[in-house]
């Protein structure tokens, strides 16, 4: 498949395809948000959760499940049918959201979260590789952000999800029911309307199998870099996304309900207005150079840096969130041109499989950081030490990202 741009008729269905995820993306992140901003309330319902460094473990149980399935998602997702996999995919973690509404103790809590793990880790590498099938250079970045926008609105609408634990009337089992059964109800017409890919039959290589596909992504020098990048953002990513609301709640005084939405609305309205600028610019500068999504991508980690420094220092909650706008505004730029660069390293068979890959090292890590932050909080290790850190980090990453070289091989 050649550069050229498509007929109206392939770019309508190429972006009916986002705009049928979009709303699963929504759902996907809505479930995992909705238990960083209702801690307080999950914690007095079920007392033996105990300690900070065990919600850590309870956030970071997910991470690590998802994590490790992740590129056995991928590599599904590379054989078998795109459409099968998303649907299936959101169906059952949509179930598992349902159940987590009615867990009363711990374990109960630690395994409906592993369970979620497992299920949610054959949309997003599915998801994205779906994407990039329809979406070849011209409209890449752009398509793939107006489904990382669905990403983020769904984090905004769990930031509320702290006013509906507070609520008599609610509750955060009432919550996670609903959002449960919207998911298994979206699940059917998703089935009937979504397409599979054509490109599909016109694959030029055929896919290697599982412990080849891994043998020719671990031999690429570019990809392997490409991981590196995704993994080192990622530690200040979760921790924001996480224990943000945490964060506001103790430093700042606010209930639970101001707390998650201080948390979460600001930065992810910014990382919409990030992804769509991002996307854009990298879709413009790849005409001038195979490299505008990376140079794209670093100015984004250049914005982490004051971001980070600024969180950790802020005095009051509006400093706090200016800071966590312009961190929003830099994810935005990375999130949407990650799978796009990607597509620049690796051959299309293989690139479901390469992001669960990037999964597996990018959220394992990132389960170490939540479970890590707990642990330094319980020692009152101080917030601009920990962010600091994470800020020397985003200049590593920097350096990281401007080493890649696309192939040019890669065309589609």
């Given at each position: 498949m050649k550069d050229e741009a498509p007929n109206a008729t392939a770019m309508r269905t190429a972006w009916?395809?986002?705009?049928?995820?979009?709303?699963?993306?929504?759902?996907?992140?809505?479930?995992?948000?909705?238990?960083?901003?209702?801690?307080?309330?999950?914690?007095?319902?079920?007392?033996?959760?105990?300690?900070?460094?065990?919600?850590?473990?309870?956030?970071?149980?997910?991470?690590?499940?998802?994590?490790?399935?992740?590129?056995?998602?991928?590599?599904?997702?590379?054989?078998?049918?795109?459409?099968?996999?998303?649907?299936?995919?959101?169906?059952?973690?949509?179930?598992?959201?349902w159940y987590m509404g009615h867990v009363n103790s711990f374990h109960e809590l630690l395994a409906a979260r592993a369970l979620m793990g497992i299920s949610?880790?054959?949309?997003?590498?599915?998801?994205?590789?779906?994407?990039?099938?329809?979406?070849?250079?011209?409209?890449?970045?752009?398509?793939?952000?107006?489904h990382q926008m669905g990403i983020y609105v769904g984090i905004i609408l769990g930031g509320f999800a702290g006013y509906a634990a507070d609520s008599p009337a609610i509750g955060w089992r009432s919550a996670f029911t609903w959002c449960g059964a919207v998911g298994i109800f979206y699940a059917i017409p998703l089935f009937f309307l979504l397409r599979n890919p054509p490109a599909r039959a016109e694959a030029a290589e055929p896919a290697p199998?599982?412990?080849?596909?891994?043998?020719?992504?671990l031999t690429n020098r570019g990809f392997l870099l490409l991981v590196l990048y995704f993994t080192l953002p990622a530690l200040a990513g979760w921790v924001v996304k996480d224990?943000?609301?945490?964060?506001?709640?103790?430093?700042?005084?606010?209930?639970?309900?101001?707390?998650?939405?201080?948390?979460?609305?600001?930065?992810?309205?910014?990382?919409?207005?990030?992804?769509?600028?991002?996307?854009?610019?990298?879709?413009?500068?790849?005409?001038?150079?195979?490299?505008?999504?990376?140079?794209?991508?670093?100015?984004?980690?250049?914005?982490?840096?004051p971001a980070l420094f600024g969180v950790g220092n802020a005095g009051t909650l509006f400093v706090a969130i200016c800071f966590l706008i312009l961190f929003g505004l830099g994810w935005g730029f990375f999130d949407c041109n990650n799978m796009p660069i990607l597509c620049q390293l690796v051959r299309p068979e293989l690139r479901a499989t390469g992001y669960g890959f990037m999964n597996l090292i990018s959220i394992s890590c990132g389960g170490l950081a939540d479970w890590g932050f707990g642990v330094m909080r319980d020692a009152h290790i101080p917030l601009n030490v920990i962010f600091g850190s994470f800020a020397a980090i985003a200049l590593l990453s920097v350096g990281v990202v401007l080493?890649?070289?696309?192939?040019a091989a890669l065309r589609r």
């Open positions: 009916l395809v986002v705009a049928l995820l979009v709303p699963v993306a929504l759902l996907n992140y809505l479930d995992r948000q909705m238990l960083a901003a209702m801690k307080s309330s999950m914690m007095g319902d079920i007392p033996d959760i105990g300690s900070k460094a065990n919600w850590g473990l309870v956030l970071g149980s997910f991470k690590w499940v998802y994590a490790i399935l992740s590129p056995l998602g991928g590599y599904l997702s590379d054989r078998l049918n795109r459409r099968n996999v998303i649907c299936i995919s959101l169906l059952v973690w949509s179930a598992v959201t949610e880790a054959f949309y997003i590498p599915a998801a994205l590789a779906l994407i990039t099938d329809f979406h070849l250079g011209p409209t890449r970045s752009r398509a793939v952000g107006f199998r599982f412990f080849s596909a891994f043998q020719e992504l224990w943000m609301p945490d964060i506001l709640r103790e430093q700042f005084g606010l209930g639970q309900g101001k707390a998650g939405v201080s948390a979460v609305l600001y930065v992810q309205i910014a990382s919409l207005v990030g992804v769509g600028i991002g996307g854009w610019l990298a879709d413009r500068w790849m005409r001038r150079t195979e490299r505008g999504r990376i140079f794209v991508s670093a100015l984004g980690m250049l914005l982490f840096l080493c890649i070289r696309p192939n």
